[in-house]
């Protein structure tokens, strides 16, 4: 089994910014998989926001956040962060990340929930104006 664990949500004004991590652990060789972060709002389908290949050397952004948000990846510690910046009130949601299914994906080419197989439970964050 592999577990991930998402913090650093919280209530940020309209402008400002967060740090998301997720750590995993368990059963997982952790530098050989792309990892992507997910978010999902009240009423709304769960959307693609990011994702970083195994090496970090790769990233792949949802439009509505690019240039906004960046997704960088520690191996060391078995972790990855969302950074979230000028944030606006359409990024509320709760927010996940996620392992891909197979080892060394593109992420470009791993932008649907269907190809992760371990979610962490997710993290709030309100965005207010």
């Known amino acids: 089994q592999v577990q991930l664990v998402e913090s650093g949500g919280g209530l940020v004004q309209a402008g400002g910014s967060l740090t998301l991590s997720c750590a995993a652990s368990?059963?997982?060789?952790?530098?050989?998989?792309?990892m992507g972060w997910f978010r999902q709002a009240p009423g709304k389908e769960r959307e693609f926001v990011a994702a970083?290949?195994?090496?970090?050397?790769?990233?792949y952004y949802a439009d509505s956040v690019k240039g906004r948000f960046t997704i960088s990846r520690d191996n060391a510690k078995n972790t990855i962060y969302l950074r979230l910046n000028s944030l606006e009130q359409e990024d509320t949601a709760v927010y996940y990340c996620?392992?891909?299914?197979?080892?060394?994906?593109?992420?470009?080419?791993?932008?649907?929930?269907?190809?992760?197989?371990?979610w962490g439970q997710g993290t709030q964050v309100t965005v207010s104006s």
């Open positions: 368990g059963r997982t060789i952790f530098s050989t998989y792309t």
């Open positions: 996620a392992r891909t299914r197979f080892p060394q994906a593109q992420p470009s080419l791993s932008g649907t929930s269907r190809q992760y197989d371990y």
């Open positions: 970083i290949s195994w090496s970090g050397g790769s990233t």
